[in-house]
């Protein structure tokens, strides 16, 4: 369930910054699949890629955390 609200915040983010999933993908260094697993919350996203992933979207942490999660 988390994963699922992280991947759909990331992925909006995403959207909102122009970025195709491929796009990102590339930019960030890891394989679209990985990326599409992230977001469509089969995989959990480790603290170093949400941090890598803030930094690429230009936004805090804070910002790119769901509100349900602490």
């Given at each position: 369930?988390?994963?699922?609200?992280?991947?759909?915040?990331?992925r909006a983010f995403r959207k909102l910054?122009?970025?195709?999933?491929?796009?990102?993908?590339k930019e960030m260094g890891v394989s679209?699949?990985?990326?599409?697993?992230?977001?469509?919350?089969?995989?959990?996203?480790?603290?170093?890629?949400?941090?890598?992933?803030?930094?690429?979207?230009?936004?805090?942490?804070?910002?790119?955390?769901?509100?349900e999660v602490k």
């Amino acid at each position: 369930m988390e994963a699922e609200k992280w991947g759909r915040r990331i992925r909006a983010f995403r959207k909102l910054k122009g970025y195709t999933q491929e796009g990102f993908a590339k930019e960030m260094g890891v394989s679209v699949s990985l990326l599409g697993e992230v977001e469509r919350g089969s995989r959990k996203p480790t603290d170093g890629f949400l941090v890598e992933v803030a930094e690429m979207l230009d936004v805090s942490l804070d910002e790119l955390r769901p509100p349900e999660v602490k």
